[in-house]
């Protein structure tokens, strides 16, 4: 089946500093994914789709300023929290769908990164 | 404004009866609707879907029931094992499936021995 991974699977960084978070899939290709962000007994709310070769699009309320996210092959997208604070500390999740049309499969998920800022 | 509604936070049956999930949702423009299963600091693992077009769809333990003129949807795992225990979350899109998902809170279900 379609595998998604995520790196790093936790991080802890200093409140100011900036962190990457990796997404790929491992078996097909993904013009589209997804970042996905979970507090604490809270539902994933989407933060940002990205896609390959062009500009991210963020949802309301999220700032691209902050979080900067790049789609650069077909593989590989990754969000980098720039400046963390630790209201950043979260769960953050990428999800990715098959550039191949008849590849008929809902999105699969990364194993998501656990952040937290001190 | 929630468009995804998970009303129960947790669920505790005994293995071998049946777990009973709800969902309801306000948006009618969703097509497409997902269950997923998350264990803690993990990804969100699919279990089943269901189209609009369809009220019922079956595999193996799980069953996804769709009430569309409730704008309601059930996931039934039956029977319960102690391995079905973890969070279940139910998901919408308005683009079949494939495109950007709107989750309920979940709702954690147990499974005692």
């Known amino acids: 089946g379609a595998v998604v991974s995520q790196h790093p699977s936790w991080v802890i960084c200093k409140s100011g500093t900036s962190v990457k978070i990796e997404c790929r899939s491992l078996d097909f290709q993904a013009t589209t994914m997804f970042w996905y962000r979970q507090f604490p007994k809270q539902s994933l709310m989407l933060m940002a789709t990205s896609n390959e070769g062009s500009k ?4 309301q309320g999220v700032e691209k300023d902050k979080f900067l996210i790049n789609h ?3 593989t590989l997208s990754t969000l980098t929290v720039t400046s963390a604070h630790p209201e950043d500390s979260s769960f953050y999740i ?5 550039v191949d049309k008849s590849y008929n499969s809902p999105l699969h998920f990364g194993n998501g990164t656990r952040l937290t800022v001190t | 404004d929630q468009q995804v509604k998970q009303n129960s936070p947790s669920l505790s049956v005994q293995e071998g009866r049946i777990s009973i ?7 009618s423009m969703f097509d497409y609707f997902l ?3 998350k ?5 969100p693992t699919f279990l089943i879907s269901i189209s609009s077009i369809k009220d019922k769809n079956e595999d193996g333990r799980f069953t996804v029931f769709l009430n569309k003129s409730a704008k309601h949807l059930s996931l039934h795992i039956v029977p319960s094992q102690p391995g079905d225990s973890a969070v279940y979350f139910c998901a919408a899109s308005t683009q ?6 709107v989750f309920g809170k ?8």
């Open chain 2, 39 to 43: 264990y803690p600091a993990e990804g």
């Open chain 1, 72 to 74: 650069a092959s077909l």
């Open chain 2, 106 to 113: 979940g709702t954690k279900l147990t499974v005692n021995p």
């Open chain 2, 21 to 27: 999930l709800n969902c309801d949702y306000t948006n």
């Open chain 1, 56 to 59: 991210a699009t963020y949802e």
């Open chain 2, 35 to 37: 269950w997923y299963k």
């Open chain 2, 96 to 101: 079949g499936g494939s495109e950007k998902l």
């Open chain 1, 94 to 98: 990428c999800s990715a769908r098959s």
